[in-house]
């Protein structure tokens, strides 16, 4: 049976991909807790169009790995990573879904066998 919950862990993920003549990059440090409240909370600033591709990535991640999670739990961007020239919205997406596949392997790691 796989894991419900992400555990209450703190987890960072860059994301980095070479594209031809340039690089798409982008950061985030995320905290996961249950004693605040539901949802996707941002402790530090991010662009809007920034912000939206974050939330869709961890939103997305969320429900095809803890679906029931941000009902009852809450996931904190506590930090973010952001390149001037390498940074756009698909890194910032990549970077939300890629920190969540994070969560999931260490969760599935940690249950008792």
């Known amino acids: 049976m796989p894991p419900t919950t992400p555990g209450e862990i703190e987890l ?3 994301f980095s991909q070479h594209l031809g003549p340039k690089f798409e990059a982008a950061g985030l440090r995320v905290q996961f807790h249950y004693n605040q ?5 941002f402790q530090v600033s991010a662009s809007d169009r ?3 591709a974050i939330t869709r990535g961890i939103q997305e991640g969320m429900t095809l790995r803890f679906p029931d999670f941000l009902a009852t739990g809450s996931v904190w961007v ?7 020239i ?4 698909h890194a910032f997406y990549r970077a939300g879904r890629s920190v969540i596949e994070q969560a999931y392997v260490l969760a599935i790691s940690m249950r008792p066998t």
């Open 12 to 14: 960072y993920s860059h």
């Open 37 to 41: 409240a539901p949802g996707i909370h």
């Open 50 to 52: 920034y912000r939206a």
């Open 78 to 84: 506590t930090e973010i990573t952001e390149h001037e």
């Open 86 to 89: 390498d940074s756009c919205e």
